[in-house]
């Protein structure tokens, strides 16, 4: 069983910045394909941005909202993801989620922010956190 746990969420001022961190323990070998995840209270959840490799070459998608100023990046031999976030809006304001698949899933299988974005609420991504609370003031 993989666990996720998402720290580094926070209360900032727009145009500010924050780097929120994914810690992956249980079965530890490497999966291809995580992402980063928001939700807002009666709104549904959405794709930030999706890390698809484990190496130096690996490919990264955004959400369009999120282009040119968040970040997606993992460090393996931490076994953590991260997501940093820059300019921040108070749209950007949500809860975070991490999320991860196994290889060979659904989503693994096209590892983008689109295909993430068409999974995101049909409970048939693999593994999420517990999610991290970002606050951004106007």
């Known amino acids: 069983q993989v666990q996720l746990v998402e720290s580094g969420g926070g209360s900032v001022q727009a145009g500010g910045s924050l780097r929120l961190s994914c810690a992956v323990s249980?079965?530890?070998?490497?999966?291809?394909?995580m992402g980063w995840f928001r939700q807002v209270p009666g709104k549904a959840r959405e794709v930030v941005a999706v890390?698809?490799?484990?190496?130096?070459?690996?490919?990264?998608t955004y959400a369009d909202s999120v282009k040119g100023r968040f970040t997606i990046s993992r460090d393996t031999a931490k076994s953590t993801l991260y997501l940093q976030m820059v300019s921040l809006k108070p749209e950007d304001g949500a809860m975070y989620y991490c999320?991860?698949?196994?290889?060979?899933?659904?989503?693994?299988?096209?590892?983008?922010?689109?295909?993430?974005?068409?999974?995101?609420?049909?409970?048939?991504?693999?593994?999420w956190g517990q999610g991290t609370q970002v606050t951004v003031s106007s």
């Open positions: 890390i698809d490799g484990v190496s130096s070459e690996a490919t990264t």
């Open positions: 999320a991860a698949d196994d290889d060979g899933s659904i989503w693994s299988s096209q590892c983008t922010a689109e295909r993430g974005s068409l999974l995101a609420n049909m409970g048939v991504i693999g593994y």
């Open positions: 249980g079965h530890t070998e490497s999966r291809r394909c």
